[in-house]
């Protein structure tokens, strides 16, 4: 399958690393999960969620590997074996591979999704990046885990920000505020502006940011948009509560081509 237009691709994807990001076009789910709803756990009827992620895969031209996230920090590494039928399903928010044609692959509908791509293809990762999880290291972590797979300096990683809610749209409260210690640091803070008392809009791109610049991370893009702003590309939690799951991947090419 050819991946649809209004999907996503780092601009350093090719040869011998591939990477994209699912929207909402291309699938099979109806209603509130149109179309290419990729999330076993939202109420969508699970043969749709089959074939919408058999399409993903025919995309990406290689076996993602899904995770049980839950907004933390734990990484994990994966092979081959994560992709037969019937493995267990890692409870964590970010994974690392070595091993062509295995892609790491994360959900979002609001959160943040940062695919990252060792030198040469020597190693993949992707991060599922919620506030909590930001916050509390899973970017930091999931660097350090490539960099020491990939057997590289976080300097020589690529790093890319898929589409999350931005800045105008995600509005926090005082705890959030507090977890990234944003009143005692002034460019922190600089990421969440007043809106209503006891409420700030977040840049929780910018966060991240923030965060693989601190962690040596030099090459650094990023997607346009804001999926809570674009209900007809993409899903949102915070928009809809009930809807889709959308999906990011990244993952060494087994044979060198560069898909379509």
């Known amino acids: ?3 649809p237009a209004s999907w996503l691709v780092p601009p350093w994807a090719g040869d011998p690393v591939g990477a994209l990001m699912s929207t ?9 999960f149109a179309s290419m709803n990729l999330g076993r756990s939202v109420g969508d009827e699970p043969a749709r969620v089959v074939a919408n992620r058999d399409r993903f895969a025919a995309a990406c031209g290689a076996a993602p590997v899904f995770l049980s996230q839950v ?8 092979d081959a074996a994560d992709a037969r039928p019937g493995a267990p399903v890692h409870e964590a928010d970010a994974s690392v591979t070595t091993t062509p044609g ?10 943040l999704p940062v695919l990252f791509a060792a ?3 020597r190693g993949v990762a992707a991060a599922h990046a919620g506030w909590r999880g930001l916050a509390a290291g899973v970017l930091e972590a999931t660097v350090a885990a490539l960099a020491a797979a990939a057997g590289c300096r976080p300097g020589e ?26 009143r005692g640091d002034s460019r922190i803070g600089a990421r969440f502006v007043p809106a209503q008392t006891g409420k700030w809009l977040a840049d929780l791109a910018g966060l991240a940011r923030d965060r693989l610049e601190a962690a040596g991370v030099e090459r650094i893009s990023a997607a346009d ?7 007809s590309r993409f899903f949102s939690y915070r ?5 889709g799951r959308m999906a990011a991947a990244v993952w060494i090419r087994p044979d060198g081509a560069i898909a379509a």
């Open 119 to 121: 030198p040469e293809g």
């Open 1 to 3: 399958m050819s991946r």
């Open 24 to 32: 909402r076009e291309g699938g099979e789910s109806e209603g509130p």
């Open 71 to 78: 907004h933390g920090t734990r990484v994990v590494r994966i």
């Open 239 to 243: 928009r809809d509560r009930v809807t």
């Open 225 to 231: 948009g804001c999926a809570y702003r674009d209900p």
């Open 102 to 111: 295995i892609a790491c692959t994360v959900q979002i509908a609001d959160c």
């Open 157 to 182: 990683i690529d790093a890319w920000l898929g589409v999350c809610i931005g800045p105008s749209a995600f509005e926090v409260g005082v705890d959030v505020l507090e977890a990234f210690a944003a």
